[in-house]
């Protein structure tokens, strides 16, 4: 079964330091890759996916992400954390046949100091 | 609709009680899935939807929980005698499905429904 490992609970950076959120998957194929973020009091949004092709993808906000398959790791970046980042973010996996399940991990919470 | 509405945003109930919550998707979305997000947990699946196929129920944590969708598109999810426990976000999600589809099997989100159980 796929499952979905993000080691970090909490992580505290300073206003423009860079980023880097922690993503591990278990899957049998190539699956498709996902991180959403959810600010307090609010929804999930996307902000980026991996499909096939290109394994370093751009997101909205200044976010990307690399797939390193030997590693079944999707591990989100950012160069420069703005106070606004602050947030919950959530790695997601979805299967790539069958029924389209998607498992997410636990989340990160990210806390950034002025 | 725009979006993945959600309804209500907010229910305090007592224990016993039978809840209802609502989730009409996105217009066209064929998938529909329903998550529950405790408090510090990540999303734990509940229940999944897919055109005109039966439900993947794997995820729905006893037979308290019920889910249904009407006409391949709004979906309510059932609590049947609340407990403390269910006190949870309840978060609805849909995607548009198949291959090549600008999109395509991509989760939009609701707001979510927080249920407090007294």
């Known amino acids: 079964a796929q499952s979905v490992t993000q080691p970090d609970i909490h992580i505290t950076v300073s206003e423009g330091a860079s980023l880097e959120l922690r993503c591990n998957y278990s899957?049998?194929?190539?699956?498709?890759l996902f991180w959403y973020v959810q600010s307090p009091g609010q929804g999930l949004q996307l902000l980026l996916k991996y499909f096939s092709g290109d394994t370093l993808v751009q997101g909205i906000k200044g976010f990307e992400a690399e797939f390193k398959r030997s590693q079944s790791s999707f591990n989100l970046r950012k160069p420069s954390v703005h106070w606004s980042d602050a947030a919950e973010y959530f790695c997601a996996v979805g299967t790539t046949s069958g029924t389209y399940k998607y498992i997410f991990g636990t989340g990160t919470r990210l806390k950034v100091l002025a | 609709g725009a979006g993945v509405s959600q309804s209500p945003s907010n229910k305090v109930t007592e224990k016993g009680k039978d809840v209802e919550l609502r989730c009409d998707p996105i217009s066209g979305h064929t998938a529909l899935y329903w998550y529950r997000q405790s408090l510090g947990q990540g999303l734990e699946f509940l229940i999944y939807?897919?055109?005109?196929?039966?439900?993947?129920k794997s995820g729905l944590p006893s037979d308290r929980f019920s889910a249904e969708r009407t006409g391949g598109s709004v979906s309510t999810l059932t609590i049947q005698r609340t407990q403390q426990e269910d006190s949870a976000v309840y978060l609805c999600?849909?995607?548009?499905?198949?291959?090549?589809?600008?999109?395509?099997?991509?989760?939009?989100f609701g707001a979510g429904s927080r249920l407090t159980v007294l």
């Open positions: 999600a849909s995607s548009s499905s198949g291959t090549g589809e600008a999109g395509a099997n991509v989760l939009t």
């Open positions: 899957y049998g194929a190539t699956p498709y």
């Open positions: 939807f897919q055109g005109n196929s039966a439900p993947d």
